[in-house]
């Protein structure tokens, strides 16, 4: 369902950081920008311990479906 997904995003919190040296993808330097496993169960797997791509895009795609519903809705409510 567009709007569970889009629920399941917006109650999710996007953390800013950077791996720590010689951690993570080894550059620590780039702030990155992303959800934990335990806020966003949805867009993981294998017990929470890798990223879901399908899921994640899938998720995505279901939630700028369910904006583009509520857009259109108000739409047509101000040329009303």
């Known amino acids: 369902d567009p709007?569970?997904?889009?629920q399941a995003m917006l109650d999710s919190?996007?953390?800013h950081f950077r791996y720590k040296e010689?951690?993570?993808t080894g550059d620590s330097k780039t702030e990155y920008?992303?959800?934990?496993a335990d806020d966003a169960p949805w867009a993981m797997h294998y017990k929470g311990t890798i990223v879901?791509?399908?899921n994640t895009l899938g998720?995505?795609?279901l939630a700028?479906?369910?904006?583009n519903d509520k857009i259109e809705k108000l739409e047509a409510q101000l040329r009303q």
């Open 3 to 6: 709007s569970d997904a889009l």
């Open 13 to 15: 919190t996007a953390y």
């Open 22 to 24: 010689k951690h993570g």
């Open 33 to 36: 920008v992303g959800v934990m």
């Open 52 to 54: 879901n791509p399908v």
């Open 59 to 61: 998720y995505t795609v």
């Open 64 to 67: 700028v479906q369910a904006l």
